[in-house]
């Protein structure tokens, strides 16, 4: 009987190595490839039947390579990378020995994977991301624009006032300087056409895609609307794969991340490990709850006391997005309405 073979790929923007080795970490073919599939799969082939993991490195373009191996019926995972840590005393590290050792770890069964999201769901979600990418980018403009106005004028003014205020108004406020003006103009037609893409955007994704039976619940939640909780429905996936609503939180970013040894802090932990999307939804979702929910404004002005007594600026908002994010996984997972006694004790 032919002994089982390991595949460990380190992924490229425009080429990836790849190395085969046995049940002995023995290299069989170890050769840098071009990112064209033709290519891949020919130089696969010989070793198709006896491949028991293809490892994949979960890059930013992972997308091509791994749809096309498992549709030609290899059997793929998607390695973590974040989650990988080679031996620390090693002297040349490079894409060879990457490779080799997602092979290794794919033999000894210890492998960090990622999940492979669906196809089929992948480009509805990446529209949504898109999305928040304006969003971003809107909020980004309005705060320059209203800190020109605090900056000439020594007046705090939101979004709101600003729009409501007129062409005369405005004028007065910059001082009827032309280049403030020019600036002032431009910006808020820049938020205006920002938002007319941003309803775009909406409108495509509600076309495509509706929140599924299961996802639901979600809209209970104070600050989630549709287009929230579809942006959780998709990058959360399958709630099955988090086994704690700690794993889940984490995923989601709204934990800390930091390493302890005796009851002292040693450092801090990738805090980037998780869905960036995802984090960015339960912010969003908190910042909209605070005008609407009592409790969770209480709350957050509490922990902001105690962030301000402490130097500290994000505190509050990522408690209380820890607390919705754990409160969506209950509520997915037990398909239960939003409850503010459980929220809140």
């Not at 069964?109 to 990622?114: A, F, R, S």
């Not at 209970?220 to 579809?230: A, H, Y």
């Not at 709204?254 to 805090?271: D, E, Q, W």
Request: charge should be positive; proline fraction near 4%; hydrophobic fraction near 40%.
């Amino acid at each position: 009987m032919k002994k089982s073979l390991y595949c460990g790929i380190d992924l490229h923007s425009n080429n990836a190595m790849y190395v085969v080795s046995d049940e002995q970490d023995k290299m069989l073919f170890k050769k840098r490839l071009a990112n064209r599939f033709p290519v891949v799969l020919e130089a696969l082939e010989p070793f198709r039947k006896r491949l028991k993991i293809v490892a994949v490195e979960s890059t930013y373009n992972w997308y091509w390579l791994v749809d096309g191996l498992m549709e030609a019926g290899y059997p793929v995972c998607l390695a973590n990378p974040a989650a990988i840590d080679q031996y620390d005393g090693i002297k040349d590290a490079n894409d060879l020995t990457d490779a080799a050792f997602l092979a290794h770890l794919s033999r000894m069964g210890v492998l960090p994977t990622g999940y492979i999201y669906p196809k089929e769901d992948r480009p509805v979600r990446d529209l949504l991301r898109r999305r928040m990418l304006l969003v971003q980018k809107r909020t980004s403009i309005i705060l320059s624009v209203q800190n020109m106005v605090l900056r000439h004028t020594g007046q705090s003014m939101n979004w709101r006032q600003i729009r409501k205020t007129g062409t005369k108004a405005l004028i007065a406020l910059l001082d009827n300087h032309d280049c403030l003006l020019f600036v002032a103009y431009q910006q808020i037609d820049l938020i205006e056409q920002l938002n007319e893409k941003v309803e775009l955007f909406e409108d495509k994704v509600l076309q495509k895609v509706k929140l599924r039976p299961d996802y639901q619940v979600l809209l209970t939640m104070p600050g989630v609307g549709v287009i929230l909780g579809l942006t959780i429905m998709l990058e959360t996936g399958t709630i099955d794969r988090f086994c704690k609503p700690g794993d889940y939180s984490s995923y989601c970013r709204t934990v800390r991340a930091k390493r302890t040894s005796n009851g002292k802090k040693k450092g801090n932990n990738n805090s980037k490990n998780g869905n960036k999307y995802l984090a960015w939804a339960f912010v969003e979702a908190v910042h909209r709850a605070l005008s609407c929910c009592p409790p969770a404004k209480q709350f957050y002005e509490r922990k902001k006391a105690i962030a301000k007594a402490k130097g500290g600026g994000t505190l509050a908002t990522k408690a209380l997005a820890a607390k919705w994010s754990k409160a969506a996984y209950y509520m997915m997972k037990r398909q239960e309405p939003f409850d503010l006694a459980r929220v809140f004790g």
